[in-house]
């Protein structure tokens, strides 16, 4: 099979670019012919002036963009094409080049963008659905993308437009939501339930499950406000037992975080910054659990399958795509997000109950060989390639 892939990588990196790299391998091991069309939103660093001021009309229509995947289309003949993400270099141009060429396409949802011009559904420390519910004039009006109502207007109008134009729901064979919880957001949304599929994201490289108990907890991911670090810290001063905690990760919010664990006296809470990955692992391997704090809608968190291939359940926030993949009370626990307290209960409980945990982590470990494995994402992928060209092309 011959396999476009499209995808636009933001300027920080992000799992959407992992996930795009993973499914390129896996079929690129398995002998089809891999295409990539693929642009950044560092190009951006080089505009200045009357360029930059076209940035919104761009970002609704990018002809350099159609133009160059019409080309492909028409000289390399792919039997489908794959779009994991068209924001905002690469534009929703590209679909009318498929459509012209009779190519199917594929799209995998990686963020909540088709309905909420921030892409996350948070605004302001909560959970915030008013965009999809009451209309995009909502996220324009508190600037949502970028702080800025000025670049919210042209998000929003970018969706607008396509929306009118039903660009996705013409111009995309089949959608790919990462869960369950996703799959419902989008058909609540307007995307018709039999045009989405579920499949999850995984853990490309076997890591073995651990050998041994863990002695420490852990955190691993962005320290940004949507991640909610600071619920972390604030469990951890109400512990009533001395759990130590590894924090894996950087962001906006390390050095204010890292201060405020100071003082608070939490000296057995050490900051790690970012790691390169087979050093996340070791860290993984040697957790008795890890912790998820993340009070917006992730949808499907990396490090949770990662946790669960080395055996290690997770203690994650009762909310979105997270409840749905920790089983509580199988694979992990559930907290209520946002509230210490509970968080605390569920740490102390776990820390102090290593033999259940011991039974939770391989629990963890075969719900990711049966879900999780690169085996079992490919033949899912295949899968909804297939129905793609029985029922398109």
Same mark, same amino acid.
């Given at each position: 099979?011959?396999?476009?892939?499209?995808?636009?990588?933001?300027?920080?990196p992000?799992?959407?670019?992992?996930?795009f790299?993973?499914?390129?391998?896996?079929?690129e091991?398995?002998?089809?012919?891999?295409?990539?069309?693929?642009?950044?939103?560092?190009?951006?660093?080089g505009?200045?002036?009357?360029?930059?001021?076209?940035?919104?009309?761009?970002?609704?229509?990018?002809?350099?963009?159609?133009?160059?995947?019409?080309?492909?289309?028409? +000289?390399?003949?792919?039997?489908?094409?794959?779009?994991?993400?068209?924001?905002l270099?690469?534009?929703?141009?590209?679909?009318?080049?498929?459509?012209?060429?009779?190519?199917?396409?594929?799209?995998?949802?990686?963020?909540?963008?088709?309905?909420?011009?921030?892409?996350?559904?948070?605004? &302001?420390?909560?959970? +915030?659905?008013?965009?999809?519910?009451?209309?995009?004039?909502?996220?324009?009006?508190?600037?949502?993308?970028?702080?800025?109502?000025?670049?919210?207007?042209a998000?929003?109008?970018?969706?607008?437009?396509?929306r009118?134009l039903?660009?996705w729901?013409?111009?995309? &064979?089949?959608?790919?939501?990462?869960?369950?919880?996703?799959?419902?957001?989008f058909?609540?949304?307007?995307?018709?339930?039999?045009?989405?599929?579920?499949k999850?994201?995984f853990?490309?490289a &076997?890591p073995?499950?651990?050998?041994q108990? =863990?002695?420490?907890?852990?955190?691993?991911?962005?320290l940004?406000? =949507?991640?909610?670090?600071?619920?972390?810290?604030?469990a951890?001063?109400?512990?009533?037992?001395?759990?130590?905690? $590894?924090?894996?990760?950087?962001?906006p919010?390390?050095?204010?975080?890292?201060?405020?664990?100071?003082?608070a006296?939490?000296?057995?809470?050490?900051?790690?910054?970012?790691?390169p990955?087979?050093?996340?692992?070791?860290?993984?391997?040697g957790?008795?659990?890890?912790?998820?704090?993340s009070?917006?809608?992730?949808?499907?968190?990396?490090?949770?399958?990662?946790?669960?291939?080395?055996?290690?359940?997770v203690?994650?926030?009762? $909310?979105?795509?997270?409840q749905?993949?920790?089983a509580?009370?199988?694979?992990? $626990?559930?907290?209520?997000?946002?509230?210490? &307290?509970?968080?605390?209960?569920?740490?102390?409980?776990?820390?102090?109950?290593?033999?259940?945990?011991?039974?939770? =982590?391989?629990?963890?470990?075969?719900?990711?060989?049966?879900?999780?494995?690169?085996?079992?994402?490919?033949?899912?992928?295949?899968?909804?390639?297939?129905?793609?060209?029985?029922?398109?092309?």
């Amino acid at each position: 099979m011959k396999i476009l892939l499209v995808h636009n990588t933001s300027q920080q990196p992000s799992e959407e670019d992992v996930v795009f790299g993973q499914e390129r391998q896996l079929l690129e091991r398995a002998g089809h012919k891999v295409l990539t069309y693929c642009r950044s939103n560092w190009e951006i660093a080089g505009y200045s002036g009357l360029k930059r001021l076209a940035l919104a009309k761009r970002m609704v229509w990018a002809r350099d963009s159609r133009q160059e995947v019409a080309r492909l289309l028409h +000289c390399e003949k792919p039997d489908l094409v794959h779009v994991h993400n068209t924001f905002l270099m690469v534009s929703p141009s590209i679909y009318s080049a498929c459509r012209e060429a009779h190519v199917p396409v594929v799209q995998t949802l990686h963020n909540y963008r088709l309905l909420c011009p921030a892409a996350e559904f948070y605004r &302001d420390a909560r959970v +915030c659905e008013e965009c999809a519910r009451g209309g995009l004039w909502h996220g324009v009006l508190h600037g949502c993308y970028g702080r800025s109502r000025a670049a919210t207007s042209a998000v929003a109008l970018m969706l607008a437009v396509h929306r009118r134009l039903h660009t996705w729901n013409g111009g995309v &064979d089949l959608f790919i939501a990462p869960s369950e919880f996703s799959r419902r957001k989008f058909i609540e949304g307007g995307i018709p339930a039999d045009k989405i599929s579920v499949k999850p994201n995984f853990a490309l490289a &076997d890591p073995g499950c651990r050998s041994q108990a =863990g002695v420490y907890a852990l955190f691993v991911g962005g320290l940004s406000p =949507g991640k909610r670090v600071l619920t972390l810290l604030t469990a951890w001063q109400r512990l009533f037992v001395p759990v130590p905690l $590894l924090i894996i990760g950087g962001g906006p919010e390390r050095k204010p975080l890292q201060a405020y664990a100071e003082r608070a006296g939490l000296t057995g809470v050490l900051f790690l910054g970012h790691l390169p990955h087979d050093e996340v692992v070791a860290a993984l391997k040697g957790a008795q659990f890890l912790v998820f704090t993340s009070e917006w809608y992730e949808n499907f968190p990396m490090t949770i399958a990662e946790a669960f291939a080395c055996g290690v359940p997770v203690i994650c926030s009762r $909310l979105g795509a997270m409840q749905e993949i920790v089983a509580d009370g199988r694979t992990g $626990l559930h907290f209520t997000p946002g509230h210490p &307290d509970d968080l605390a209960q569920k740490v102390e409980w776990a820390w102090t109950h290593p033999e259940q945990m011991a039974e939770m =982590g391989r629990a963890a470990r075969a719900e990711y060989e049966a879900k999780y494995t690169a085996e079992r994402n490919y033949e899912t992928l295949m899968e909804t390639y297939e129905k793609v060209l029985g029922h398109g092309g």
